[in-house]
């Protein structure tokens, strides 16, 4: 969520009041752009315990997309429960996490962040630009990205998170959909080049847990810091940039970089 992620902050105005058509767009990302979804089990249990908090608070899931440090949800609201939804699905999640991954303390950069969908017509723009996300960040086509909504209205997906009635009123059908999605109206890059090396985040975790294994890229925080020095200095020497080391193990630059200094 770098370049095109301030852009969305100048595409969109700040919303702190409620919604006039209970619509919004939801959004945070891992402490630090750390990674919240280390392996394929993990966005299944965040897509779990979305599905079973939207039945509990009377929401429903409009679109969404899962990316490895960060999240996007559309949704309705109609109850007025957002904040509550969200503490708790959030809450659930880092007990989880943090357990599966022998970790303490805080998981995502801070409290959620939302805004408001108003008209229609920013509805569908808010939805394109969420499922286009793998995209945006150069990570793969969207037909071909696993972690979001979209092949969920053509139907050609195992998943059933989204309110489908809701949707075929946005959408009146799938070719329509289809070519809405798929328009590349914003041309946005969100990757930063930086050493001689680079690959796409999940490329980059892959690649990591090869080089620490035993170890993990989410445990690192956990060790004493020789140790902890060590590992980093192993990612460092196969190419592996500052930046990357900082989103995969919540780790700050600054520290990195005097890793790297040494």
């Known amino acids: 969520m770098s370049k095109y992620y301030n852009f ?8 702190r009041h409620i919604s006039t058509t209970g619509y919004y767009h939801i959004y945070n990302r891992g402490n630090n752009k750390m990674i919240i979804f280390e ?15 939207c039945k509990k ?9 899962l990316m490895p440090n960060h999240f996007h949800i559309v949704l309705l609201d109609n109850k007025k429960s957002l904040s509550k939804f969200m503490k708790s699905l959030s809450i659930c999640y880092v007990r989880y996490f943090n357990f599966s991954y022998n970790r303490t303390g805080t998981l ?5 962040q939302s805004r408001c969908i108003n008209n ?12 286009r996300n793998p995209e945006i960040a150069d990570i793969c086509n969207l037909e071909k990205y696993e972690y979001s909504s979209y092949k969920e209205f053509l139907q ?30 914003y041309d946005i890059k969100s990757q930063e080049i930086e050493g001689k090396n680079h690959y796409n985040l999940n490329e980059t975790i892959k690649i990591s847990n090869q080089i620490l294994f035993p170890h993990n890229c989410t445990t690192i925080q956990s060790f004493n810091i020789k140790k902890r020095n060590k590992l980093i200095n192993k990612l460092l020497i196969n190419n592996i940039s500052v930046n990357d080391i900082s989103k995969i193990t919540g780790i700050s630059k600054n520290i990195i970089y005097k890793i790297k200094a040494t």
Do not use: Q, W
């Open 8 to 15: 969305y902050n100048i595409l969109t105005s700040t919303f």
């Open 39 to 53: 392996k394929d089990h993990d966005y299944k249990v965040f897509l779990n315990m979305l599905s079973n908090k």
């Open 57 to 65: 608070f009377e929401i429903e899931i409009i679109a969404y997309t």
């Open 108 to 112: 995502f950069e801070g409290r959620f």
């Open 120 to 131: 229609h017509e920013y509805l569908m723009t808010v939805i394109r630009y969420v499922l």
């Open 156 to 185: 050609i997906s195992n998943n059933n998170y989204c309110n489908m009635k809701i949707l075929s009123k946005i959408f009146p059908d799938k070719k329509t959909y289809r070519t809405y999605i798929s328009c590349n109206k």
